[in-house]
């Protein structure tokens, strides 16, 4: 049985989810999604009452969907780590390169040769590690669906899978679930339509303090899995 977890993204900075180099992958914040969703699910993000964006301006975008992945295949985070290394090395945060994309690689827990994996430079510091880590899995898609800075609003009919405050729905209702899949089917799979919404915070050369600046407004919005909106 198909089933599909929706979430608040109230941070969109294209760590989590990650819809780069052709496969989205979230593997870090949303612990209890990614210990409980199963390959053939979808998990889905709604945007924010108060989402900023290039502009400088605030909008309502929460009666829209940032992105949608149907899950292809689960991962223990040490196995997406070895997968990375292996094949999907632009995943492995570089935190120096130009290519600020590369900056914000979710791949940011090293396994290799370890018993207590270490964190390569990225969006999390030591502040994450906990969440990060107890959500145990990582979610990977090859059929996912990414309008970050121009979400796509959701007819009244849909507006059942929005979750309206921190945590997450998991909805069941094979009905509500197909009727989702008849309006996400209508767009290209596997696409980036937009930009995510917080790219012009990263488009440049980035100091250490945006490590600490992103993962302190992760944790103070839940996006890791605590507190409030």
């Known amino acids: 049985m ?3 977890y929706s979430y608040v993204l109230r941070f969109d900075d ?14 870090i914040c949303k612990p209890v999604i990614r210990r409980n969703a199963r390959i053939g699910d979808w998990v889905i993000g709604t945007g924010s009452k108060n989402s900023k964006i290039k502009d400088g301006y605030t909008y309502d975008l929460s009666g829209s969907i940032v992105y949608a992945m149907k899950i292809t295949d689960k991962l223990s985070l040490a196995a997406y780590d070895k997968l990375c290394n292996q094949d ?16 914000m690689g979710d791949c940011i827990y090293n396994f290799h040769g370890v018993d207590k994996p270490t964190m390569r430079k990225g969006v999390h510091n030591e502040s994450n590690r906990v969440k ?17 800075e121009k979400p796509h609003p959701l007819p009244n009919h849909l507006k059942p899978i929005i979750k309206k405050n921190r945590g997450h729905l998991k ?10 899949e008849e309006l996400i089917n209508q767009f290209d799979r596997n696409t980036i339509y937009a930009e995510p919404q917080l790219k ?3 488009d440049r050369k980035s100091a250490d303090k ?7 407004k ?11 909106y």
Not at 88 to 103: F, H, Y
Not at 171 to 180: G, V, W, Y
Not at 210 to 216: M, N, P, Q, R
Not at 218 to 228: L, Q, V
């Open 2 to 4: 198909t089933r599909l």
């Open 14 to 27: 294209g760590a989590a989810p990650n819809p780069f180099w052709g496969i989205c992958t979230l593997t």
């Open 88 to 103: 999907l090395q632009d995943k492995i945060p570089k935190w120096s390169d130009e290519d600020w994309r590369k900056r």
């Open 132 to 148: 990060d880590l107890s959500g145990n899995n990582a979610l990977l898609s090859n059929h996912f669906y990414y309008f970050g």
């Open 171 to 180: 909805i069941e209702q094979s009905d509500l679930i197909n009727k989702f």
């Open 200 to 202: 012009h915070k990263f």
């Open 210 to 216: 945006h490590i600490s600046k992103c993962s302190t």
């Open 218 to 228: 992760n944790e103070a919005i839940g996006e890791c899995g605590k507190t409030t």
